[in-house]
């Protein structure tokens, strides 16, 4: 297994402290700060980030924020929705500021049958002005993904790569793709160089960073690393609560191995 060098950070939410808003100076610095860890680019709006807690102007801002910040890297929006008016707004929205693709993953309770996922797909595709990749297709469309893939920015699941062993989540997500600009993976929140050290000790690192998911889930995870990184976040919003005790011991483990 060939492991990836290059790695793309999905960004947490960084609200004010009482999590009204997300905060655009905060937004700043986190980016800044991964940019100086040595980050291949960004992915926007993830499980990470909080999507389904966000209105859909909050996702909008951040997309504008982070680009801003990125200083050329590439950034990848996540489009999942639960509307395809709002898949193609974001869509149309990051190809105005420069976003290299969009990525998507049908949401959860969405149960859309194969035939209404691929209909929603070339509508999005058709008016969504950015290429797009759906990376947990069912079965039947997988040939689909593949063919929305081949665009050189296209993005695909880890198992397309032999990498599926590095995956924390039990199926594809916008967490956890491979593009020509490097590996998506939630591990990228602890730093490149980190992210890259855990999978080189993946043996003995591997079943601890996927307990960790298990136990904290992405939000907290990234609120938790970002924490570690002496960055201000805040907390996740309601009903999420902060990284408890156990997790951010097994965080602290995985990140100090890492080092």
């Known amino acids: 297994m060939?492991?990836?060098?290059?790695?793309?950070?999905?960004?947490?939410?960084?609200?004010?402290?009482d999590t009204t808003a997300v905060s655009e100076v905060r937004t700043a610095k986190l980016v800044r700060a991964y940019r100086e860890l040595g980050a291949a680019g960004f992915v926007v709006g993830t499980d990470m980030a909080e999507w389904p807690a966000l209105p859909l102007s909050e996702r909008k801002e951040s997309i504008e924020w982070v680009m801003r910040e990125?200083?050329?890297?590439?950034?990848y929006v996540s489009i999942?929705?639960?509307?395809?008016?709002?898949?193609?707004?974001?869509c149309q929205h990051g190809a105005r500021h420069g976003a290299r693709a969009a990525v998507l993953s049908m949401p959860l309770g969405?149960?859309?049958?194969?035939?209404?996922?691929?209909?929603?797909?070339?509508?999005?595709?058709?008016?969504?002005?950015l290429p797009v990749s759906l990376l947990d297709a069912p079965d039947?469309?997988?040939?689909?993904?593949?063919?929305?893939a081949l665009d050189s920015q296209g993005a695909m699941p880890l198992?397309?790569?032999?990498?599926d062993e590095l995956q924390l989540g039990r199926s594809p997500s916008?967490?956890?793709?491979?593009?020509?600009?490097?590996?998506?993976?939630?591990?990228?929140?602890l730093g490149p160089k980190r992210a890259a050290a855990t999978f080189a000790s993946w043996r003995t690192a591997g079943p601890i960073a996927q307990g960790l998911w298990r136990l904290a889930g992405?939000?907290?995870?990234?609120?938790?690393?970002?924490?570690?990184?002496?960055?201000?976040?805040?907390?996740?919003?309601?009903?999420?609560?902060?990284?408890?005790?156990?997790?951010?011991?097994?965080?602290?483990?995985?990140?100090?191995?890492?080092?």
């Open 140 to 148: 039947k469309l997988a040939e689909v993904a593949e063919e929305l």
């Open 159 to 163: 198992v397309n790569h032999g990498l």
């Open 110 to 129: 969405s149960h859309l049958s194969p035939l209404e996922i691929k209909n929603m797909l070339n509508v999005v595709r058709r008016h969504g002005q």
């Open 174 to 189: 916008t967490l956890e793709f491979v593009t020509g600009d490097g590996i998506c993976t939630p591990l990228a929140v």
């Open 218 to 259: 992405p939000a907290r995870l990234g609120k938790g690393a970002a924490e570690l990184l002496s960055l201000e976040v805040g907390s996740p919003r309601s009903p999420h609560l902060p990284i408890d005790d156990t997790a951010r011991a097994v965080l602290r483990r995985l990140y100090d191995s890492a080092g």
């Open 70 to 75: 990125a200083q050329g890297l590439p950034v």
């Open 80 to 90: 999942t929705a639960f509307t395809t008016s709002a898949m193609i707004d974001l």
């Open 2 to 17: 060939n492991l990836p060098t290059n790695f793309l950070v999905p960004l947490v939410s960084p609200y004010t402290d």
